[in-house]
């Protein structure tokens, strides 16, 4: 089974992490930059939030990348 992280815990995150629980993936758990929003969306879907992108990077096989436009770069070359 792979292991999902979201990056980026906003509605598409949130949309995203929905969609994942149709697969056979394992939704692992979420980063975002403003913590309060990893850990609501974490609380939503009973995962952790993680307190930096390293240490989501570190647990997981896929990355969903749900940051807006401009900031998939960064993400993405991490």
Do not use: N
Request: net charge negative; glycine share 8%.
């Amino acid at each position: 089974m792979r292991r999902v992280g979201i990056i980026g815990a906003g509605t598409m995150g949130g949309t995203h992490a929905v969609a994942w629980q149709y697969t056979e993936a394992q939704l692992v758990g979420f980063y975002d930059l403003d913590p309060e929003a990893a850990q609501r969306a974490a609380d939503r879907f009973g995962v952790p939030a993680f307190p930096s992108r390293e240490a989501l990077l570190d647990q997981v096989d896929i990355v969903d990348v749900c940051t807006p436009t401009f900031a998939h770069k960064e993400v993405v070359v991490a």
